[in-house]
């Protein structure tokens, strides 16, 4: 009898992991409700990613509620350039990472990454693949070393360092008490809003994905710090197929390309310079912000 369930056992624990796996990359995404299992066709083969060319070829997406979120997105990210998505609250912007991060299928057309339909391969190497810079990092109750090298349990302290001083977090890390063995999180020493993004972009260089997803923050951060953390990520998008899913249009100037969704699609796409020029969405969505800079300036 032990015989049969040991095999079971293993499956469960299997699953188990694999499900916090996800929730805690669901956390990551800010997702409530756990998102649909996902499950890899019968013998998927890894992915092999070796330009990190990622394409979205007519996709459309629902919930499984009726309401279409994305309709007809084609979108061509040439490997190692920068796209920015930006649009109102509700667009559809998060939801096409979640489709990049395979969350979810598509329910029309699909996305490939270097030709490979990312529905026809295994998501671990999907995975493996991508790194998310999310809104609001999760820290977990562990020193700050453990929690850089989380999810690379074999980094090795040099390893560790590097990436704290290509986030610039390693002068932050060396004022500590006990240094990279100082614990955070909610038992231990609160970072701030900076700090935890710093946290992440140093998860990500240990990492070193071809592809890059960049959920930005909406409010955490002030000018300051938001000036300092953009320098920080421009260094880390470097060589990497990035998608910025972008609040605040002051951290899309320097994309390679910037759509704007609206009610889940394409309505205008260009560089800065040229969505400026057309005098639509993007720029009046420009000149409000730069109203509300002023305005805040004014006010300091
Ligand atoms: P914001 O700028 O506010 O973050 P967004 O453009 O990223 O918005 P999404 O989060 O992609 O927008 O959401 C797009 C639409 O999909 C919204 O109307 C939202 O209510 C809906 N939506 C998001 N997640 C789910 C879900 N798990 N189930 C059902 N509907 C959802």
Do not use: C
């Not at 002030?222 to 300092?228: F, G, H, K, N």
């Not at 998608?243 to 260009?270: F, K, M, N, P, Q």
Request: charged share 25%.
């Amino acid at each position: 009898l032990t015989q049969l369930f040991r095999p079971l056992d293993l499956l469960g624990m299997v699953y188990r992991t694999v499900r916090q796996g996800v929730v805690d990359m669901g956390a990551m995404f800010d997702l409530i409700d756990a998102p649909a299992e996902i499950v890899d066709v019968a013998n998927a083969p890894p992915m092999t990613v070796t330009r990190g060319h990622v394409r979205f070829e007519g996709v459309g997406f629902d919930y499984g509620d009726g309401r279409q979120i994305l309709n007809g997105i084609d979108l061509d990210i040439p490997p190692g350039t920068t796209l920015a998505v930006v649009g109102p609250s509700g667009a559809g912007k998060s939801t096409l990472a979640r489709l990049l991060f395979r969350f979810y299928d598509p329910t029309a057309g699909r996305i490939t990454i270097d030709g490979q339909d990312i529905a026809q391969v295994a998501q671990a190497s999907l995975r493996s693949a991508i790194g998310i810079v999310p809104q609001d990092t999760v820290l977990f109750n562990d020193t700050i070393g453990y929690n850089i090298a989380y999810g690379r349990a074999d980094a090795t302290a040099a390893e560790i360092a590097e990436a704290a001083r290509g986030a610039s977090i390693a002068p932050f890390i060396a004022s500590l008490p006990d240094r990279y063995d100082t614990r955070v999180g909610e038992r231990g020493l609160k970072l701030s809003g900076g700090e935890k993004q710093r946290v992440a972009i140093a998860r990500t260089l240990l990492k070193n994905p071809p592809v890059l997803i960049l959920d930005e923050a909406t409010s955490a951060l002030d000018s300051r710090t938001e000036a300092d953390i953009l320098d920080t990520l421009e260094a880390i998008e470097r060589g990497r197929t990035t998608i910025v899913i972008a609040h605040r249009l002051s951290t899309v100037v320097h994309a390679d390309r910037i759509v704007v969704l609206e009610g889940g699609r394409v309505v205008e796409s260009g560089s800065h310079a040229d969505l400026l020029r057309l005098g639509g969405t993007y720029a009046e969505m420009w000149a409000r912000q730069a109203a509300e800079r002023e305005a805040a300036l004014a006010e300091a």
